[in-house]
């Protein structure tokens, strides 16, 4: 049903509007008010979503909330809290050989966010805010989760 959203919302029929100068007019407010009216129904949705990965379905979300002032500001959030929680997972998974071997602990982060990059360009059409939310949700996690780590590693000098 909601790969059908985006069509209705973009191509309207002609026969429908009286006045073609209506037409965007009308087209923006409908879609304001649809949108208004089933936000939470959609946002709730989205958490689905995201969870069981149907990432073609999120990326419509997006496009659909797109379309009113602060509408994408709730996929921002799931999209981290779901980030961090897949991060926590893959970094507890590690256990004590990421106090022995720290590529593992990198490798890790970086896995995890060129995924969600990869992501945010499909999905979210390269969205810059989307962008800056998966590197800090990543580098939040290389700090916060690497604070106990990072005195325990030696790192090669890069200048002498």
Not at 15 to 26: A, D, K, M, T
Not at 121 to 128: L, M, P, Q, T, V
Not at 139 to 145: A, D, E, G, S, T
Request: charged letters at 25%; hydrophobic letters at 40%.
């Amino acid at each position: 049903m909601i790969r059908l959203v985006p069509h209705y919302l973009v191509s309207p029929s002609s026969s429908f509007f009286s006045s073609s100068l209506s037409s965007p007019q009308l087209i923006k407010e409908v879609e304001g008010q649809f949108i208004v009216v089933h936000f939470e129904i959609f946002h709730s949705e989205c958490a689905k979503m995201i969870r069981s990965e149907m990432l073609q379905d999120f990326g419509r979300m997006y496009e659909l909330l797109a379309r009113v002032p602060e509408g994408v500001k709730p996929l921002l959030k799931i999209l981290e809290d779901y980030v961090v929680e897949v991060g926590l997972k893959d970094l507890d998974k590690l256990g004590q050989n990421a106090l022995k071997n720290p590529q593992e602990y990198f490798d890790v982060l970086l896995a995890l966010h060129s995924k969600y990059m990869g992501i945010v360009g499909s999905s979210f059409k390269g969205d810059a805010v989307f962008s800056a939310s998966i590197d800090k949700v990543c580098v939040n996690m290389f700090y916060k989760r690497g604070e106990n780590r990072l005195s325990s590693w030696s790192f090669p000098r890069l200048s002498e």
